[in-house]
C-alpha cells in the first residue's frame, strides 16, 4: 500500500483559501487515483474529490464544484485540493485517499485502499 500524508489545514475566515497537499510514499505514486474526502463533526464522510494517475481528468463533489481544485503533481509524489470561496460548512476533516484503478474517478470510499490521517479545516463565519 501507499503512505499518505496531508498538510496545510489550519483556520481561515469565510471566503478564504487554503491549499491542502497529500505526500505520499511507498508505491508508485501514479499507479493510484487519488481523491479527497471530508468527515464534519457528526457526519458521515463524504467525497469532495478525485483526479486520475495522469492528472488529466477530475470530478467534483457538487457542494464544491467551482470553488475546489484537485490536482497532482506525479514528479513530487503529491496530491494537492486548492480551496477557494470557503464556507462554515467547509469545515471538517480531510483526508486523502488512494486507489489502485488508477483511471477511475469513483467517489465511493469503499473504492480506496489507503488513507491518510486527516487535517482539519475550520472556517470561521
Known amino acids: 500500500q501507499v503512505q499518505l500524508v496531508e498538510s496545510g489545514g489550519g483556520l481561515v475566515q469565510a471566503g478564504d483559501s487554503l491549499r491542502l497537499s497529500c505526500a505520499a510514499s511507498?508505491?508508485?505514486?501514479?499507479?493510484?487515483?487519488m481523491g479527497w474526502f471530508r468527515q464534519a463533526p457528526g457526519k458521515e464522510r463524504e467525497f469532495v474529490a478525485v483526479i486520475n494517475w495522469t492528472g488529466g481528468r477530475t470530478r467534483y463533489a457538487d457542494s464544491v464544484k467551482g470553488r475546489f481544485t484537485c490536482s497532482r503533481d506525479n514528479t513530487k509524489n503529491t496530491v494537492y485540493l486548492q480551496m477557494n470561496s470557503l464556507k462554515p460548512e467547509d469545515t471538517a476533516v480531510y483526508y486523502c485517499a488512494a486507489d489502485a484503478v488508477p483511471y477511475r474517478l469513483s467517489g465511493v470510499d469503499t473504492d480506496f485502499g489507503s488513507w491518510g490521517q486527516g487535517t482539519q479545516v475550520t472556517v470561521s463565519s
Open positions: 511507498g508505491r508508485t505514486f501514479s499507479n493510484y487515483a
